[in-house]
């Protein structure tokens, strides 16, 4: 089946312009997340949505950044006034189930993120 | 505070022989621990997951990782590697703790195997 996608794959901003990032996860997924990967570093949380319901933004570095999940399966992820110090890969990944079950520990499906680049 | 270690940045291994990537982690009680795969161009590919029982893991293309407590380590392994299995290798830890949704993934190690 269809894994998870993401759009557009490479995006080239000017500081200060408003980007957003779109993710569809696979289809039923509850949980969805994004993370941030700098180059020559590990992916790194943003924010985690389960259906449209985002639990946690703990990882979101700035309040230009925001993310929605309308209704439960696509996701956007926006960032306000870009800086050059958000050059990185945005990854979305989704997952089965309700990542808070301790004993299902469904793993995370990564799409092939988006490529932002602040001039 | 939670995170994992992956001390080596490049590991080389001639093709037909066991390869290791080490990885070790700090979490506060019993930790989530997984291997993902990052090919050029592609989404990180989940390789297998330790939550309890054996301590050693099987996971998918001959990977598996040994859980060692005592060191707080996660090592990946394999018998015999291949050209093929040459990319990226993060290690990452969830802790068991209800609540923490988010996996904490080390820096990477990219594995290269010689012909």
């Known amino acids: 089946g269809a894994g998870v996608s993401q759009s557009p794959r490479y995006k080239v901003a000017k500081r200060g312009q408003d980007v957003a990032l779109r993710c569809d996860p696979i289809?039923?997924?509850?949980?969805l997340f994004w993370y941030q990967q700098a180059l020559g570093q590990g992916p790194e949380f943003l924010t985690y949505?389960?259906?449209?319901?985002?639990?946690?933004k703990s990882g979101l570095p700035s309040d230009r950044f925001f993310a929605e999940r309308p209704e439960g399966s696509v996701s956007t992820l926006k960032i306000q006034r870009t800086q050059q110090e958000d050059s990185a890969v945005y990854l979305c990944a989704s997952s089965l189930a309700n990542f808070d079950s301790l004993w299902s520990m469904p793993p995370q499906y990564f799409g092939p993120g988006t490529r932002l680049t602040v001039t | 505070a939670q995170s994992v270690a992956q001390p080596e940045d490049q590991v080389n291994v001639a093709e037909g022989n066991p390869l290791t990537v080490k990885c070790t982690y700090s979490v506060s009680g019993n930790p989530y621990l997984f291997w993902y795969v990052q090919y050029p161009n592609r989404g990180l590919q989940f390789l297998l997951k330790y939550i309890t029982g054996d301590n050693l893991v099987k996971g998918s293309y001959g990977f598996e990782a040994e859980f060692n407590k005592s060191q707080t380590s996660f090592h990946l392994k394999k018998p015999s590697a291949l050209v093929s299995d040459s990319a990226l290798y993060f290690c990452?830890?969830?802790?068991?703790?209800?609540?923490?949704?988010?996996?904490?993934f080390g820096t990477g190690t990219r594995l290269t195997v010689i012909p």
């Open positions: 289809s039923g997924h509850v949980s």
């Open positions: 949505f389960q259906n449209e319901a985002q639990l946690d």
């Open positions: 990452a830890v969830r802790p068991l703790q209800t609540g923490a949704n988010n996996l904490f």
